[in-house]
């Protein structure tokens, strides 16, 4: 289980108004021109509000950006739906972005712009893949950062994946294999993904919504998840005072 410290029972808000050019993209490099407008970080869910000027529907997103406490820690940014705008339009979008793990003795809270690339084994993406016998376990999903994988639970219902990040995570989509690391497509999966905020921890649930047997079960033995190359420009990075 990951250890964070206790949060403090107050709250920080801030509003720094800072103006940024920042990059995203690997192939293709996308200029945004970003304003941070506020940061609340607290122990029922910090934020990090960002606004900018969205052309094409392409706009700043959680896989954009990493962020750093002033430990240089990076904090773990929980994915969730956001406003682009409509295609062949220009429109003012401001986007909230929730983070875990900060606190309110942080003195700065830095933004550093990032580009992922999904890495190929030939031509197919290239996994990772544990096994499910003893936990914890780590899938090292980049260079940058890996799924610690705290608890797995296999039922007749289906499977519950209790994880946490170290570093940089970008999506995580876990794989049911056999022995051999062979997926099993026989199964037919609903997820579900949850978020523990006093923790820190992750919870993906794929329930089996086509009744197999036991036995299709019993060859759950290990998981995997896709891997990723990632390229921070700490050249653009924002750093923002939050003291």
């Known amino acids: 289980m990951p250890k964070f410290s206790a949060w403090p029972r107050e709250r920080c808000v801030i509003a720094p108004g800072i103006r940024a050019s920042v990059t995203s993209g690997w192939d293709q490099p996308y200029n945004h021109n970003i304003m941070v407008d506020?940061?609340?970080?607290?122990?029922?869910?910090?934020?990090?509000?960002l606004t900018e000027i969205v052309k094409d529907s392409r706009n700043f997103g959680e896989e954009s950006f990493a962020l750093q406490d002033d430990q240089g820690r990076f904090l773990d940014i929980v994915p969730s739906q956001r406003s682009t705008g409509p295609e062949k339009e220009t429109m003012k979008v401001t986007?909230?972005?929730?983070?875990?793990?900060?606190?309110?003795?942080?003195?700065?809270?830095?933004?550093?712009?990032?580009?992922?690339?999904?890495?190929?084994?030939?031509?197919?993406?290239?996994?990772?893949?544990?096994?499910?016998?003893?936990?914890?376990?780590?899938?090292?999903?980049?260079?940058?950062?890996?799924?610690?994988?705290?608890?797995?639970?296999?039922?007749?219902?289906?499977?519950?994946?209790?994880?946490?990040?170290?570093?940089?995570?970008?999506?995580?989509?876990?794989?049911?294999?056999?022995?051999?690391?062979?997926?099993?497509?026989?199964?037919?999966?609903a997820v579900d993904k949850n978020v523990d905020r006093q923790t820190g921890q992750h919870?993906?649930?794929?329930?089996?919504?086509?009744?197999?047997?036991?036995?299709?079960?019993?060859?759950?033995?290990?998981i995997g998840t896709f891997t990723y190359d990632l390229k921070l420009r700490p050249e653009e990075k924002v750093v923002i005072p939050l003291q």
């Open 38 to 49: 506020k940061v609340l970080i607290s122990p029922f869910g910090s934020q990090l509000v």
């Open 95 to 189: 986007n909230s972005f929730e983070f875990l793990n900060g606190n309110t003795k942080m003195k700065t809270l830095t933004l550093i712009p990032l580009a992922f690339n999904l890495k190929e084994n030939g031509s197919s993406p290239a996994t990772v893949t544990a096994p499910l016998g003893r936990v914890p376990f780590e899938l090292e999903q980049a260079e940058l950062g890996r799924i610690v994988v705290d608890h797995v639970d296999v039922s007749e219902q289906g499977v519950k994946i209790t994880y946490h990040s170290e570093g940089i995570l970008e999506y995580v989509t876990f794989f049911l294999l056999d022995q051999n690391d062979r997926e099993l497509k026989n199964l037919k999966l």
């Open 203 to 222: 919870i993906d649930t794929y329930t089996f919504t086509n009744h197999p047997s036991a036995a299709e079960i019993a060859q759950i033995t290990r």
